[in-house]
């Protein structure tokens, strides 16, 4: 075959836009710093670059959370310290006034347990990122306030509601203090019902629970069975005499158990585990949960406790009150002071637990976060002295090319002049 000027041409030209190309896309390398610029470039890279793109997102809305979760709880631990520091304050208060050498001027403790008492509910009323800290998922207005006699405290808004965000795709993490579990009563059921029982079995408990100036009432519960897996729970709250503090019974409560696990599947046909009990005419203000309560074959009764016996708010301000009258507080007051330090105490290591899986967590997060941009960088990265040195190579091959040129391509009229 013979190979004819025109087909040298050809190929020359051919030759000669392909240098240029390379040399182009190895410009644009070097000043984007990426290999794949539209997905025609490579469609497989192309393919991997979208899914790392939606891991790197997905861990970064991870961090994210963490990132505020963390400054959330450094809030609430600094709030539960504060708290906690006056606890303390009031507990050698109280302990000072066990001594007659201290009892001359009443007035004057009061005063101080008032100051705690006051700064006590600044804390809890306090918020960040506009979030009250211990005021649940209501953030209308501050949790806790005077009632209108200002005889007690109230609780203003619904405090119970939890706080939760997403850490992975299948992790919700709780992160707030909620403030029916720092500063309510939280009637805890556990034990466990009895899966074999006929119909029509009840089975009968009860507890002490207490109004908001320390005065011990009784709960008395009743679960009774309707049908498998099914209870119809009710409950009553009688005072010293008997009485019950209800103008009206409350009405009964369904509970539902699972048959294979024996959990709770719903109360009162809702998926949520907790009821909560109001007598506002005898201050009594607290929360059933039924968490721990299961049924079973072999059931071990029924045991109700309670978190702490009343708020600390209305605590203090019964001992102040009473201080002012010359009453001095009873050793069943400090207790209860001293159970709501234990509390504070004890939900300052609950925090400090989360806070740990949180950092913990974080550092994987941030270590996941360099390996995926790592992957990113090999796909899509350039090595720009190795590109350097490929577009001068390139560069060479242009210049040899157009020395070649005037060897091959035709002869001109230049030529001839």
Not at 30 to 41: A, F, L
Not at 203 to 212: C, F, G, I, R
Not at 247 to 273: H, K, L, M, Y
Not at 327 to 338: F, G, H, M, N
């Amino acid at each position: 075959m013979r190979i004819t000027e025109t087909m040298m041409q050809t190929s020359y030209l051919s030759n000669l836009n392909s240098v240029k190309e390379k040399m182009a896309i190895l410009q644009k390398q070097i000043v984007t710093g990426k290999k794949i610029e539209k997905p025609s470039d490579s469609p497989v890279g192309t393919s991997r670059l979208i899914r790392i793109s939606d891991q790197l997102g997905q861990t970064q809305s991870y961090l994210n959370n963490i990132d505020n979760s963390l400054s959330f709880l450094d809030e609430t631990t600094f709030a539960l310290q504060t708290i906690q520091t006056e606890a303390l304050t009031v507990l050698g208060k109280l302990t000072d006034l066990e001594n007659p050498l201290n009892q001359t001027d009443l007035n004057l403790y009061a005063d101080t347990i008032d100051n705690s008492l006051k700064l006590i509910m600044d804390v809890a009323n306090s918020q960040t990122d506009g979030k009250y800290i211990f005021g649940g998922t209501d953030f209308a207005e501050n949790p806790y306030g005077y009632s209108n006699d200002n005889l007690s405290i109230d609780f203003k808004t619904d405090v119970s509601g939890e706080i939760s965000v997403k850490t992975s795709s299948t992790t919700l993490q709780k992160i707030n203090v909620t403030g029916t579990e720092l500063f309510g009563t939280i009637v805890s059921m556990s034990g466990s019902l009895d899966e074999l029982a006929v119909n029509g079995t009840i089975t009968n408990a009860s507890t002490s629970v207490y109004d908001s100036f320390g005065n011990q009432f009784t709960l008395e519960t009743s679960y009774e069975k309707t049908a498998d897996n099914t209870f119809q729970f009710t409950y009553d709250i009688k005072d010293s005499n008997g009485d019950s503090v209800f103008t009206t019974p409350p009405a009964s409560q369904e509970i539902i158990f699972d048959q294979t696990t024996g959990r709770i599947v719903s109360v009162n046909g809702t998926s949520s585990t907790t009821i909560s009990v109001s007598a506002p005419d005898s201050n009594i203000n607290f929360t059933m949960n039924f968490d721990a309560l299961k049924e079973s074959e072999t059931p071990a009764g029924i045991v109700t406790s309670a978190n702490q016996q009343t708020d600390i708010f209305n605590l203090l301000k019964g001992i102040s009150d009473n201080l002012r009258n010359g009453i001095l507080p009873t050793p069943e007051q400090k207790d209860a002071v001293e159970a709501f330090n234990s509390h504070v105490l004890s939900t300052l290591s609950n925090v400090g637990n989360v806070t740990n899986q949180l950092t913990s967590l974080q550092s994987m997060l941030n270590q996941q976060m360099l390996d995926l941009q790592q992957s990113e960088q090999n796909v899509n990265g350039v090595d720009v002295e190795k590109a350097i040195i490929d577009l001068q190579n390139q560069d060479y091959m242009l210049q040899l090319s157009n020395q070649l040129a005037s060897m091959i391509l035709p002869m001109s009229l230049m030529d001839y002049l």
